[in-house]
């Protein structure tokens, strides 16, 4: 997923720069740059989004390693699960 959004950030920035490069005065497009900024914070909110959730699964991962019980093993196995970003 976040490789996709990364792929989409790198061709709008792409597009953006082609576009300001076909520009006479090389001023971007108003429209252009409202892309660019909203891609870019979504991208971020997503990402941060990630880490708060995959921190969960790593502690419960270390846990688990640790102490290899049925129980950490459930922990790390419902986290993991709920790493899973719908």
Do not use: G
Not at 34 to 59: C, E, Q
């Amino acid at each position: 997923m976040f490789i996709l959004l990364n792929l989409v950030m790198l061709y709008s920035v792409a597009k953006m720069r082609f576009a300001i490069k076909s520009m006479p005065n090389l001023f971007p497009n108003e429209n252009l740059v409202i892309v660019h900024v909203l891609l870019s914070t979504l991208v971020s909110a997503l990402w941060l989004v990630y880490r708060v959730y995959d921190t969960r699964n790593t502690k419960a991962h270390v846990v688990y390693l640790e102490n290899q019980t049925t129980e950490n093993y459930y922990a790390w196995f419902y986290s993991s699960y709920d790493a899973i970003i719908p």
